[in-house]
């Protein structure tokens, strides 16, 4: 079965560092993968997708994941954190029957 | 203006009581999707629609109904039979089933 795991349930970091949040995933097959940020009380906004092509993705505000097949790993990151980075980011699996498998979630937190 | 509308943002409900959720997009989308967000979980599928009039089970379903009448709206009916309906619901929607999903803001549902 496929699954998704988000190593770190909570991230803090300082504001101009970097960002390095981690997924793993299991799955039998070179699957599409997702990440998405969710602000408090929001929905969810897709920040990148892999399918297939480059295994580095550039999203949206900077971020970045690559996908490394030998790790089963897509982690996320962005060079210099902002102070609206602060959400929870969710990395997601689209399993053979086209339905999304969600991690846990990853809160951000940024300090000034 | 192109999205995904859902309504109420905040809901109360009595145990006992049906309530009804409303989540319509205007995207053109075939597919669409009802989550549901717990604290420090990732999201579930409810349930999902391939098309107009047909709608599948997804991992929790018990508890809720769906309808797909029209192409554009997608409500989620929660009944009196689901234990603990307090949560954060969330309606996506797709292109098609392999697309990538589009989130709504959501509906918060406390039971009182």
């Known amino acids: 079965a496929q699954s998704v795991t988000q190593l770190d349930s909570h991230v803090s970091v300082s504001e101009g560092t970097p960002v390095l949040l981690r997924c793993n995933y299991s799955s039998s097959y070179s699957p599409s993968l997702f990440w998405y940020v969710q602000h408090p009380n929001k929905g969810l906004q897709l920040l990148l997708k892999?399918?297939?092509?480059?295994?580095l993705v550039k999203g949206i505000n900077g971020f970045e994941a690559e996908f490394k097949k030998s790790e089963t790993s897509f982690h996320l990151t962005k060079p210099s954190a902002h102070m609206s980075d602060a959400a929870e980011y969710f990395c997601?699996?689209?399993?053979?029957?086209?339905?999304?498998?969600f991690g846990s979630g990853t809160r951000l937190l940024v300090r000034p | 203006d192109g999205g995904i509308t859902q309504s109420p943002k905040y809901l109360f409900r009595k145990e006992g009581q049906n309530v009804t959720l409303s989540c319509e997009q205007n995207l053109n989308h075939d597919a669409m999707y009802w989550y549901r967000q717990d604290p420090g979980q990732g999201l579930r599928l409810i349930y999902y629609s391939q098309i107009v009039n047909d709608f599948q089970k997804g991992d929790i379903a018990e508890g809720y109904s769906v309808s797909r009448e029209k192409k554009e709206s997608f409500p989620l009916t929660v009944t009196s039979a689901q234990k603990n309906p307090t949560a954060f619901y969330l309606c996506?929607?797709?292109?098609?089933?392999?697309?990538?999903?589009?989130f709504g803001p959501g509906t918060r549902l406390t039971v009182l």
């Open positions: 996506a929607s797709s292109l098609g089933l392999q697309d990538t999903q589009y």
């Open positions: 892999y399918t297939s092509a480059a295994t």
């Open positions: 997601a699996l689209m399993d053979s029957s086209y339905k999304l498998i």
